[in-house]
């Protein structure tokens, strides 16, 4: 599904200026490296699985992940979450010899095989961070990710069980699941319309946290696309209408 052109020129103007200068803190990518491998996360969606991420860090460094991030990808997709998704692919052997343990559960007090294969990995991010404000907050935030990427939640049967109303699975989708979706919808398009409203622009933009709302946008754009809603307003709303 398109996105809307403003949120397509968003998107085309926040690659483009960062395009210009890539020297990123100690870790430098090019700038076609940089556009290309932008969009390709971008393409993946808000919540990429290990999997996917993978697809596209096959031919990607560590530094290459550390670069992206701090040049501020945002969009869609976290660069935070491929960076744990490189470190992952990095201490996979490690992880697998550490008898269940995970890199994300590692103490900086740890003095494991695993600890200290991490140690590198996390010297190069904090190297990288350097300039920013709390490169502790960014680290467990990267755990978090990879610890999430790893161990995905499982699907339950709760939401495909057979509704109030005694409709079974088989015959479709049942009444529990219809409201789920409803509300989902319905809250991100309340949040979509008033972001993408041409008059809450000088809004956004002179917001303190501007950056953080219009990569919010991008984040709910592509959740509504993911449930097959439509982006323009008046349909948009229509189709709210019709839940």
Known sequence: MALPVKTNQRRHD????????????????TADAFGDFARSLIALGTEPSQRQLESVLADKTLQDVIALDNAGVRLSGSAERALAARINMTLADECEDADGKHWSQCDHRDADALAKALAPVKATCFAAWKNHSNPSTKWARVRAYGWELSNPAPVTGDVIAEGAEGESAAAGTTSRTRDLYQRTVTELAKLYRALNSAENDAVIKAHARGEELQGALLHITNALGALNAPLEDEDLVAYVKTL
């Open 14 to 29: 926040w690659i483009a200026a960062r395009e210009s200068n890539m020297e990123t803190n100690t870790v430098t990518i």
